[in-house]
């Protein structure tokens, strides 16, 4: 399997702009996360989907911020307009909720810097 | 919310040496996990812990469920060059897959 498979690595945008992170969970995952990184906050959960329904979208930071998976093999995570606070990596990661763990795996992350 | 203490948040080794970090929750767990980051990756599970008390071994790492369910350790041994990274502590609460709070995360550089 190939793994967690996020598009693009990185993203340079100017401020007002609408970015799209793109997202393919491994295989038979039924949990979809996503994640952002920054120095000051380190990992934040924004939104996850159990078969591809929204369970808790309490992480995302402002109505800029919207996330869709129109089917499991595919995630969005949109931020319209975008603003230079929103530079961070981007992280998708999926999971399979099996008896023994729930294990998550990361994508590599997508870069994103607004300028 | 949940608020998670890791430490030390950096740290400098020689290798071969022992290294040990631990994390600290404000209230209880049900999970806790134990993530290393490579730079420019994503981040990879070490260590799953599911029972307070647990203590639980991964080739050179070993990790710890504290009896409180609010506190977690990390412990490297024989440090090589390649555990350079970013450790990051994880608190769950409950079986199921719901909110995974994420530690600040400790970097460690091991100086060959």
């Known amino acids: 399997d190939a793994g967690v498979i996020q598009s693009p690595r990185h993203e340079v945008t100017e401020m007002g702009q609408e970015v799209t992170l793109r997202c393919k969970p491994i295989?038979?995952?039924?949990?979809l996360f996503w994640y952002r990184q920054t120095m000051m906050r380190g990992l934040e959960l924004l939104i996850y989907?159990?078969?591809?329904?929204?369970?808790?979208d309490s992480g995302m930071p402002e109505d800029r911020f919207s996330a869709k998976m129109p089917n499991a093999s595919f995630s969005t995570l949109k931020i319209q307009p975008s603003e230079p606070r929103d530079s961070a990596v981007y992280f998708c990661a999926s999971s399979f909720r099996g008896v023994g763990g729930t294990e998550a795996f990361f994508g590599q992350g997508t870069r994103l810097t607004v300028v | 919310g949940q608020q998670l203490n890791q430490s030390p948040q950096s740290m400098f080794i020689q290798e071969g040496e022992d290294v040990s970090m631990n994390c600290t929750s404000s209230s209880i767990f049900n999970t806790w996990l134990w993530y290393k980051q490579d730079p420019g990756e994503g981040p990879v599970l070490l260590i799953a812990?599911?029972?307070?008390?647990e203590l639980t071994s991964n080739g050179r790492l070993t990790a710890q469920f504290g009896i409180t369910r609010k506190d977690s350790f990390l412990n490297i041994s024989a440090s090589i060059p390649s555990d350079v990274g970013i450790y990051f502590c994880a608190g769950q609460l409950s079986g199921g897959y719901q909110k995974v709070t994420f530690g600040i995360g400790t970097k460690l550089q091991v100086i060959p």
């Open positions: 812990l599911y029972k307070a008390g």
């Open positions: 989907f159990n078969n591809n329904v929204p369970i808790d």
């Open positions: 295989s038979g995952h039924d949990y």
